[in-house]
Every structure is written in C-alpha cells, then in structure tokens.
C-alpha cells in the first residue's frame, strides 16, 4: 500500500509504502528504463552492490521487480529525510 511520495528526479521516483503481510514501512524506488542501456547498466549495478551488501550502515534491499518500462527497488525505509 503506497503511503506516499519521499521524491522524485528525471530517472524516476521514492515512494513510501507498507508492506502489508510484515506491516513494515518500506521505500519504493522506481526508476524508469526506456530501452535506455546507460539506465539498465546503471540499475543491474546498482542491484548487484545491494545484494552483495550486508552492514548495518548501509540500507537493506528487499528485492527488486520490472514492471513494463520501470524496475521498482524495495529498500528499508529510513526516516531522516534526504541525503542532500
């Protein structure tokens, strides 16, 4: 269930959601592919070091699925607003 949106740019957009069979609070990030193999190249590495990844600092990464013209990342939702 989308709860709302946390931010957007030009390759997509934040979403915070709640995964309703675990009732956790988690950020959707969909990132928009057009065929584009920069974007693809950029999102199969940017899957591939969240994965990989496992550090108390570093957000979790819950999956990812594709949905006709966007990949859409479930991350553990951080509370602390932008990075920026």
């Not at 709640?18 to 065929?35: F, T, Y």
Request: glycine share 8%.
């Amino acid at each position: 269930m989308i709860l709302g949106e946390l931010g957007s740019g030009a390759q997509g957009s934040v979403k915070k959601a709640a995964h309703l069979p675990s009732k956790k609070v988690i950020a959707l990030k969909e990132i928009i592919i057009q065929n584009n193999p920069e974007v693809s190249k950029s999102i199969i590495l940017e899957l591939r070091a969240l994965h990989e990844c496992n550090h108390p600092n570093i957000i979790k990464s819950y999956g990812a699925f594709l949905r006709s013209d966007n990949v859409t990342i479930a991350l553990e939702y951080m509370n602390a607003g932008s990075l920026a």
